[in-house]
């Protein structure tokens, strides 16, 4: 597992570790279960302060996609792993919407449109 962060970017470091770490969930390469690397070990690899990495496994924990647990560690919860079955469904709309040529923007709409009414 390979996680980048661009010191220069606007976007929070925090924010770049959680982003690359749901990438790996939603994109079925952390499975349900999988050990995932030591806030220790992320911030010494990145060369970032600890908090910064404990600020995004926080955020992913309550997204729901990883457990951590004392002694455990960080672990990739059951929800999270669904999530890379989901991601492929969500790839299949997006490329039907786009071959009946919907918009991303009526795509969204229809979609959150759709999770209002469930």
Known sequence: MLIRVDPQSTVPLFAQIADALRTEITGGRLVAGERIPSAREVAEALQVNLHTVLHAYQDLRDEG?????????????STGAALAGLQAEITALVDKARSLGVSPDTLSALVKEAARDH
Request: aromatic residues 0%; glycine residues 16%.
């Open 65 to 77: 996609l990883i457990d951590l647990r004392r002694g455990r560690g960080a672990v990739v919860t």
